[in-house]
């Protein structure tokens, strides 16, 4: 029986070969699918961004420029 169906959508990208191949490796290293490992990457990513457009936003709703 293979694994349960992901709610996702698909995204079809094309990186740079070396990148591709530190991806490989790490998801190798780690014991877990790419898909997993972009998931994370791009969540890490995306929160780190929200929140400092929160905090800029926050200092230019202070008068901090």
Known sequence: MGRPKKN???LNICIE???YERLEALCEDA????TIAVER???AYLDNYEE???RLKELEGNGVQ
């Open 41 to 43: 990457a791009l969540t």
């Open 31 to 34: 014991g877990q699918t790419k």
């Open 8 to 10: 996702g959508t698909y």
């Open 52 to 54: 400092r457009q929160k």
């Open 17 to 19: 070969t070396p990148i």
